[in-house]
């Protein structure tokens, strides 16, 4: 017998846009400081989810070559 697998593509949603002017107007309120480390931790995450495959490929070439 003969098994048929099928996968359906489903769009993806774009998170709702935040207006962060009013926030931001008043740059020391914990509401500020708190939408600035989840910028900063967001940045760094996406730089790392990038950067860890480039890094481990390049050591995998390198160890080849020997």
């Known amino acids: 017998m003969s098994q048929q697998q099928s996968t359906t593509n489903q769009p993806a949603t774009s ?3 935040v207006d962060v002017t009013p926030i931001v107007a008043h740059g020391n309120s914990p509401a500020s400081i708190i939408l600035a ?30």
Do not use: D, F, N
């Open 15 to 17: 998170a709702s846009i």
């Open 37 to 66: 480390i989840a910028i900063l931790i967001g940045s760094i995450a996406g730089l790392l989810k990038v950067l860890v495959p480039v890094m481990l490929q390049a050591t995998k070439h390198k160890t080849k070559e020997r």
